[in-house]
């Protein structure tokens, strides 16, 4: 397993945030899909990234 970080838009309280998340999967495209799973298709702004 590997840790990736990237940015991802998610909705808090009504607003619109970017914020950093990491995530721990075999490959980057794994990270992306469960980035995608949990936060939404359109929501990657940049990564992922192996930390």
Not at 32 to 49: D, E, K, N, T
Request: aromatic share 10%; proline share 2%.
């Amino acid at each position: 397993m590997n840790t990736y970080q990237a940015s991802v838009r998610a909705h808090v309280k009504g607003r619109s945030q970017v914020i950093k998340t990491e995530v721990r999967a075999m490959s980057a495209q794994e990270a992306r899909w469960l980035l995608w799973a949990q936060f939404g298709f359109h929501s990657i702004q940049a990564g992922p990234v192996k930390v």
